[in-house]
């Protein structure tokens, strides 16, 4: 399946999820595929505090969820072709 695009300005990622969600990101057209981090997303975060959140409705803005929000951006943080991400 499709797992990225370049061009000479970005590089798309995606990632389709068992459940039928599709995570995506874009990145400097250098940086390698973003698969596996795209699958951690899903799997370590979304699931577990978006999907398992009680106060979640399935199809709402996933910013109404804080620690999804905040794990997310702490994750990316860590990312070595993301470390210049702005806060």
Do not use: W
């Amino acid at each position: 399946g499709f797992i990225s695009y370049s061009t000479p300005q970005y590089k798309l990622h995606a990632f389709d999820s068992p459940t039928g969600y599709r995570f995506v990101m874009t990145t400097d057209p250098g940086v390698p595929d973003q698969l596996e981090c795209l699958r951690h997303v899903y799997a370590e975060l979304f699931v577990e505090h978006v999907i398992k959140n009680p106060l979640y409705n399935l199809g709402e803005d996933v910013s109404r969820c804080p620690a999804f929000v905040s794990k997310l951006h702490s994750f990316m943080h860590m990312r070595p072709y993301f470390a210049t991400l702005a806060a």
